[in-house]
């Protein structure tokens, strides 16, 4: 495999991460509230929680292509291979991440998990003070 194939996968790997790391975080704040688990209450978790999907409704708005999509592509293109043509595992990230809809559909379900992300705040507080 070519040095950057296998880069273009580190890539996407972390791209679905990342977003796993959103959609899960929501869904551990939600569940640990009814389950009292303290740490969902964290202020550094629930702000880089908040911050990471930030990031990714701004640059929906402003049709900033993200970071990792364009280090992603650009790998391929230097391996000969387009992101349609990826490997296994590469490829069915790739399905799960890149849906064949319009950029407003997309800035709506960024811009309405922000607000639901927002939102968490009121309905599980997060705790500023530190446990000693």
Known sequence: MDIYALLADVIIVIHFLYALTIIVGLIIVY????????FVKNATFRLIHLAMITIVAIESIFHIECPLTYIEYKL???????????????????????????????DI????????????FVFVPINFKKNH
């Open 31 to 38: 569940v640990g509230k009814f389950l009292k688990w303290g």
């Open 76 to 106: 391929l293109s230097l391996a000969k291979m387009h992101h349609q043509n990826t490997p296994f595992i590469a490829g069915f990230i790739n399905k799960i991440l890149f849906w064949d809809l319009p950029n407003e559909f997309f």
């Open 109 to 120: 379900l960024y811009i309405a998990l922000a607000l639901v992300i927002l939102m968490s």
